[in-house]
């Protein structure tokens, strides 16, 4: 049974069918999914989403590209919806250098202030950082993120960079990417890192993996970046199936204690 670490069922993009999707995971092999907040109101989506189904747990957090709707009267709500166990981390959250706006200023003090929240919660962070590798390590160095944990979505750096956030104790996101063509530098992270350092994730609805790269992404679309993982990685795909599971459940213990693991 898998662990989808990174999805994002309160998108639109899953309406006609959200219930359908959701309810058949059991069936077709996924064990837990961990919606993860992007906006103030996806958090809460995503919060109701944890509280109907058994196997759907939720992040509360802002990605930077929504930091404008932040303000600390909102993070002091998170901290009291922190108080149900499904609520297994504070994310996504970080520095999103790819677009402009909102300025580089406002993003570091909202993932500042979040990194903050989720040390005084005791909750692991689930971190989004593009095309901002080096600020976004100061910033998190400046708030000893190693004493808060947790992963690098969507992980896109070098090997270099993964060996520092591992060092750190942080896990890194790998997902559909790791199957492009394209995806060498992710490739090469995924062969040079230990299993143990890598949570699956899909980041759903985006970045479907090959062969269906260009629709509509799910967490039943595991299975490829299983597959591709264990390839590069000359091991079983089980044994993939079964680390990342572990590390999981490590890096969300949230999730492990309302499992009963």
Known sequence: MMIDTHAHYDDEAFEQDRDVLLGAFPQRGIEAVINSGASVDSSLIGL??????PWVYCALGVHPNHVTELTDEILEHFAELSAFRKVVAIGEIGLEYHYEDPGRELQAVWFRKQLQLAKKLGLPVIVHSRDAVQDT????????????????HCFSAGVEVAEQYVKMGFYLGIGGVVTFKNGKKMKEVVREMPIEAILLETDCPYLSPEPHRGTRNSSLNLPYIVREIAAIKGIHEQTVIDITKENALRCFPRLASVRGV
């Open 137 to 152: 390590m100061d910033l998190m160095r400046e708030e000893r993120a190693e004493e808060i944990g947790g992963v690098i």
């Open 48 to 53: 109701e989403l944890s509280r109907r189904w």
